[in-house]
């Protein structure tokens, strides 16, 4: 088990810029990768951004080079650096941590964006 918690969420006026951070408590080595979804009530939870073990990295359409996400393995730490928000931006962002071995996801509580305009 591994548990993941969020923070860096926030009001934001469009345009502005926010970094998101999702902690896991411990590595595990059957996590394949690390990311970030987000949800807005009555949709789908959509991919913001994913990185691989290897560090590849992929991104959500929608992103076009307004965000970008990082590791530390050290601290066990991923983050999502926003910019450019934009009022459909506003959401609450999941972080994940998926084990393609055990085809498991895990997810933390979620951290609330709203982009103001």
């Known amino acids: 088990q591994v548990q993941l918690v969020e923070s860096g969420g926030g009001l934001v006026q469009a345009g502005g810029t926010l970094r998101l951070s999702c902690v896991a408590s411990r590595d595990m080595w059957s996590i394949n990768s690390r990311g970030w979804f987000r949800q807005v009530p009555g949709k789908q939870r959509e991919l913001v951004a994913n990185?691989?073990?290897?560090?590849?990295?992929n991104y959500g359409e929608f992103v076009k080079g307004r965000f970008s996400i990082s590791r530390d393995n050290a601290k066990s730490t991923i983050y999502l650096q926003m910019t450019g928000l934009k009022p459909d931006d506003t959401a609450v962002y999941y972080c994940?941590?998926?084990?393609?071995?055990?085809?498991?996801?895990?997810w933390g509580q979620g951290t609330a964006v709203t982009v103001s305009s």
């Open positions: 994940n941590a998926h084990s393609g071995m055990y085809g498991r996801d895990y």
């Open positions: 990185i691989a073990r290897d560090g590849t990295t």
